[in-house]
């Protein structure tokens, strides 16, 4: 608990804070019955995180002994709209939003969110069919860039195949995401593709909850980083292998058609030359 010398201090909440946030929050401000959107389309925030213990000792529920980290721990966030922000913060209102309430507010909105992929797949198991249209690269020439020896060649394959398995695994709802990543996203530093969460809700004909349900299976399955500053979003592809980024492979080589055609498809024979 909090020391009651040090003077509480409203601090910015932790990357990893803010990133948990957005994913459960389905861009959906958490006030029961609202829909209202955090981030609007066009990239401007119309909502604001509020703290469910306040931070001033004046401010609704800001009797407690919390230090300045608990309060900004992701425990004590919950994103809401502008107005239902100042509705749960208004003083008067203290007693129809006490700390349990609030609580209660945030477990069950983000409880929709926090399975990600519930039913994304569609009824029937599509996986065997998965399996029979695989198309495996063979040689792997366009991929290492270069003639390889036989041990070489062996590393190389055996990457490729872990990151194929990966993307295989993958429903087709949530291969959707990746394939778009690759073919709108750009270059990062280290060699990763990255996309905005704006361009990628511009793109995907899904509404804003879908697609964060999806991000946030990826994350899950370590497939993607989701990095947020200052109320911009962005998710960057991360490649389940050590010694090349296929991701960033697959746009190089994608061409007019986009490297995301290899992912929607499982025809990765565009590693070959």
Excluded: W
Excluded at 8 to 37: E, I, M, V
């Amino acid at each position: 608990m909090g020391d009651p010398k040090k003077p509480r201090t409203r601090l910015r909440p932790r990357q990893d804070a803010l990133r948990d946030l957005y994913l459960h929050s389905g861009n959906q401000c958490a006030f029961p019955g609202c829909t209202g959107p955090i981030l609007l389309a066009d990239g401007t925030l119309n909502g604001e995180i509020a703290h469910i213990y306040g931070v001033r000792e004046g401010a609704a529920r800001g009797r407690h002994s919390l230090s300045n980290e608990e309060l900004r721990d992701v425990s004590n966030l919950v994103f809401l709209c502008l107005k239902h922000h100042a509705v749960v913060d208004n003083k008067s209102n203290e007693a129809k939003y006490p700390v349990t309430r609030m609580q209660k507010m945030k477990a069950e909105h983000e409880a929709k969110f926090r399975e990600a992929v519930a039913g994304l797949e569609r009824a029937e198991d599509l996986s065997v069919e998965d399996r029979a249209r695989l198309k495996k690269p063979v040689n792997l020439r366009a991929l290492s860039g270069e003639d390889l020896d036989e041990e070489e060649f062996a590393c190389v394959l055996e990457d490729a195949s872990v990151f194929i398995k990966a993307i295989r695994d993958q429903p087709p709802a949530v291969r959707d995401v990746i394939a778009a990543i690759v073919d709108h996203g750009q270059s990062y530093r280290h060699g990763r593709v990255v996309v905005s969460a704006v361009k990628l809700e511009g793109v995907l004909n899904l509404d804003v909850n879908e697609i964060a349900r999806r991000v946030n299976h990826l994350e899950r399955a370590g497939l993607l980083d989701v990095n947020t500053d200052e109320g911009h979003t962005e998710f960057v592809l991360r490649d389940p292998t050590k010694n090349i980024d296929h991701f960033a492979e697959l746009k190089r080589l994608g061409g007019e058609r986009g490297g995301g055609r290899a992912i929607r498809d499982l025809d990765f024979t565009i590693f070959d030359e």
